[in-house]
């Protein structure tokens, strides 16, 4: 039986609401992901996917038994920030200022993962902030980070403005980060060319629930039952799940309003 020590995330029921919101985020929401995990984390636009990686993260007050991570409270331990990067939104750093000086400033970084994740990146020491392009400006922001040697990287939408060979290079990278040191990676992206073989695992959330978490291998067998042709299992089955969800959303905003017309009418 696996317990609390064999995870690098778990969430117990965990449940969430911005303040002033209509209806929670989440509410009941349980799962977790052994270290070395790379998770895909899928869904439609606002079912929480970027809330869920900045709970995990600790960004965002929760209880402290809702979201552990490497067995610790994700919001009060900040001991969690030296070992959990949370990567996505915008990087608008944008001075006048070269990288090498930006690197200069950052010391206690061992320099030969530092030249390595530099190279990998395909970032220029001599770039000037002001003067780079918005998928330049997204290499900078995750070596800044990649640089720390960490233990959880949460990555929200980052790799939009990459071209294809930053984004496989910056893939290859983690998938050798997970399998040699157990670096456990909750990806969140709607582009999934390749990403088949880079994930171990799948979590697909639906509006406020867990629809699955499944080892790569089940979904891909899964979207390889969906119909379609032209797209990769994964890209099949995760858009038959999206066409499910928005149904029901329809039939359920349908029935809200035969409820209420009825009610105008008595």
């Given at each position: 039986m696996s317990t609390s020590a064999d995870f690098a995330i778990e969430a117990r029921e965990?449940?969430?609401?911005?303040p002033g919101a209509a209806a929670p985020i989440f509410s009941g929401l349980s799962f977790a992901l052994p270290a070395g995990a790379r998770c895909?984390?899928?869904?439609?636009?606002g079912v929480g996917k970027s809330t869920l990686l900045?709970?995990?993260?600790?960004?965002?007050?929760i209880a402290r038994e809702m979201v552990r991570v490497l067995g610790r409270p994700a919001f009060e331990d900040t001991r969690l920030a030296g070992e959990v990067?949370?990567?996505?939104?915008?990087?608008?750093?944008?001075?006048?200022?070269?990288?090498?000086?930006?690197?200069?400033g950052r010391p206690?970084?061992?320099?030969?993962?530092?030249?390595?994740?530099?190279?990998?990146?395909?970032?220029?020491?001599?770039?000037r902030m002001h003067q780079v392009s918005d998928g330049q400006r997204r290499r900078v922001q995750l070596l800044l980070d990649l640089e720390r040697t960490l233990s959880v990287i949460l990555l929200d939408e980052v790799t939009a403005e990459l071209d294809v060979l930053a984004r496989a290079d910056l893939l290859g990278f983690l998938r050798e980060e997970?399998?040699?040191?157990?670096?456990?990676?909750?990806?969140?992206?709607?582009?999934l060319d390749g990403l088949g073989d880079f994930a171990t695992h799948l979590l697909?959330?639906?509006?406020g629930r867990l629809r699955c978490l499944v080892p790569i291998a089940e979904a891909l067998e899964l979207g390889a039952a969906q119909?379609?042709?032209?797209?990769?299992p994964l890209h099949r089955l995760c858009e038959q799940w999206m066409r499910d969800d928005r149904a029901a959303a329809r039939g359920a905003r349908l029935g809200e309003s035969s409820g209420e017309s009825t009610r105008s009418l008595r």
């Amino acid at each position: 039986m696996s317990t609390s020590a064999d995870f690098a995330i778990e969430a117990r029921e965990l449940a969430f609401s911005y303040p002033g919101a209509a209806a929670p985020i989440f509410s009941g929401l349980s799962f977790a992901l052994p270290a070395g995990a790379r998770c895909l984390l899928l869904g439609a636009n606002g079912v929480g996917k970027s809330t869920l990686l900045r709970l995990i993260g600790g960004r965002h007050m929760i209880a402290r038994e809702m979201v552990r991570v490497l067995g610790r409270p994700a919001f009060e331990d900040t001991r969690l920030a030296g070992e959990v990067a949370f990567l996505g939104g915008p990087f608008p750093f944008a001075a006048d200022i070269r990288v090498a000086e930006i690197l200069a400033g950052r010391p206690g970084v061992d320099p030969r993962r530092r030249a390595r994740v530099l190279e990998i990146l395909d970032v220029d020491p001599n770039w000037r902030m002001h003067q780079v392009s918005d998928g330049q400006r997204r290499r900078v922001q995750l070596l800044l980070d990649l640089e720390r040697t960490l233990s959880v990287i949460l990555l929200d939408e980052v790799t939009a403005e990459l071209d294809v060979l930053a984004r496989a290079d910056l893939l290859g990278f983690l998938r050798e980060e997970s399998a040699a040191r157990r670096v456990t990676i909750v990806y969140a992206s709607h582009v999934l060319d390749g990403l088949g073989d880079f994930a171990t695992h799948l979590l697909f959330l639906s509006p406020g629930r867990l629809r699955c978490l499944v080892p790569i291998a089940e979904a891909l067998e899964l979207g390889a039952a969906q119909p379609g042709a032209g797209a990769s299992p994964l890209h099949r089955l995760c858009e038959q799940w999206m066409r499910d969800d928005r149904a029901a959303a329809r039939g359920a905003r349908l029935g809200e309003s035969s409820g209420e017309s009825t009610r105008s009418l008595r």
